[in-house]
Each structure stands twice: as structure tokens, then as C-alpha cells.
């Protein structure tokens, strides 16, 4: 929706590159119409699911214009949104309105010193907290809350955000720390790997495997062994799952990216703005998609692979 947000996460939009960034300037984004046509074009290739990211979604205006316009493109079966939740709980209830089905919400830590410092960002920890139970009341719930991890800065946060979350309806996931752009000086050393995670929660609580609910999910799910909810591990980096993704990204100047790792997408604004049909855009989708090869999290260190890769905060997480 935006390459804007109102947090400057450490490992996503570090405040020393992104207080003096150059955004896109608003007419090259992407108007309401210009993405719900590409959408349905999407759609009519047999996307079902559809999901609005950022930056931050909910700094776009009337955002729930676009999210009707999308929940009205018949074979749209599940509208989600991925969110810091800043502003969710005065929009919750006319997000549920306009059609969105669900929201993810992103939550480093519960810790508020722990959460400050991640997002470096003057915003209490609760100010989440509340949203996740504000959205969840109007009818976003159950919520899927993601955690990435970075060693030294919130791996002491596993436990008592399981905690938090264990007995309600909600599932926490967390992510593995990914090498994504090239603004966030990632080094392998940081990474919490799932398989720390799930040593750290099993040890505490029981935890076992359970079976995705869908191809292509990038979660591993487990449950607790007594019943009290599940948990989600995103293993970019120490499992990759390049073969069975079946992603697509639209950024909001209108560039196509097969991979979250990837260096260039594919223009669609300009074709689009210089009169293309339906059809035209149809077959740049088709083409674009039947030539990936995207494979950077299983290539990761063992071959050279160019930079810059394309940022966090411009193509969605």
C-alpha cells in the first residue's frame, strides 16, 4: 500500500537510513482503482487470497475504500491485513465493515523497554496489546501476531510472549531473522533459529508438530501438548521453502516480485498507464510468474547473489 510507516524497526526501517529517506512521491503509487484491477486480474489466474501490506496499510487514506473495492472481486475468499496496529483500534470495527476477514499484527516483544527499543519509536507496548484485543472484539480474530527474532536484543522475549498468548485464541509466530534489503546489516549470527525456539518453548511447555492447513504455508504449526493454543515457525533462513512458495508480490509503485529476496520486479504502473488491455496485463502476470526461479534462501552464502536486494518496507514482509 505505502513504502511509509510510523515504526523504524531495527531490522526493517533503521531510523539512521529511513529519517532522511526519499519516499515515493504519491503519483507514483498505485491508486485504489489501479490495484483492485490488478488484483482481479490476479484473481481471475486463481489467486483466492489476498493480503495488504506495507510500510504500514493503515497510513494509506480511507484505506477501507480499497479494502470494499477488494472484498467485492468475486473469488477473493480471504482479505487479510499485516499491520503495526498503531491505528487499528479506531479502524478495526469499519475494517470489518468494508470486508477484511482478518489482520496480522506485528509484536517483537511484551516487554515495553524491550518493545521501545526494537521500534525505536515512542509507542507502549500496550498500545498493541489493546489492539490485538480491540480487532479481535470487532471481529478480526483469531490473530496471527509475528515475532521476528534478532540474538542480543529479544530472544529473552520467547517465553513470556508465549506466555501472554498461550491460552487464547491467537496464534504467535515467530520469524526468523531474514537478510531482506540491505539496509538492516544482517549477519547470520543474529539469527534465532525455529529450532532454538521450539527447544525454548518445549522445554517450558510441551510443544508438537501439526500439519499445515494449506499448500504453500510458510509457517511450521505446532501445538501445546496440554491444549492451550498453537504457535508458528517461520524458518527462512535455517529451513528455506523456496520450492513450495507460491507468493506474489505487488509493491505500491506497481512492481511485480516473485521473491521477498529479490533485487528488480516487474513494472506493471507503466503498461498499465499507457492504455494496456486486461489482457496485456494477463499475459505480463502469466510470463512473470512462469519464469521464476527464485531460489535466494537456499542459494543464501553458497553462491555470489547481487545486491541491493529489494527492502522489507517497500515490498511487504
Sequence with gaps: ???????????????EVYDNHQYLDRSDVLTYDEIARLAGIAVGLGVTKVRLTGGEPLLRREIGTLVSMLAEIEGVNDLA???N????????GDLVAKGLNRVTISLDAIDDAVFKKLIDTDVDVSVVLTA?????????????????LRKGWNEDQILPLAEYFRSTPHVLRFIEYMDVGTT?????????????????????????PIEAQYAGEVAKRWRYADGEGEIGLIASVSQPFCGGCTRLRLSAEGSLYTCLFAGSGTDLRGPMRQGATDDDLTEIFTATWVARDDRYSELRGGVAISDPKVEMSYIGG
Design 1 to 15: 500500500m505505502t513504502d511509509r510507516c510510523s515504526f523504524r524497526c531495527v531490522y526493517c526501517m533503521p531510523r
Design 81 to 83: 491485513m499485516t499491520t
Design 85 to 92: 496496529a498503531l491505528q487499528l483500534s479506531k479502524m478495526a
Design 132 to 148: 490485538i484485543d480491540d480487532a479481535a472484539d470487532a471481529g478480526l480474530g483469531p490473530i496471527k501476531i509475528n515475532t521476528v
Design 184 to 208: 538492516n546489516q544482517w549477519v547470520v549470527d543474529d539469527v534465532v533459529t525455529a529450532a532454538q525456539v521450539a527447544e525454548t518453548i518445549h522445554a517450558e511447555w510441551p510443544i508438537e
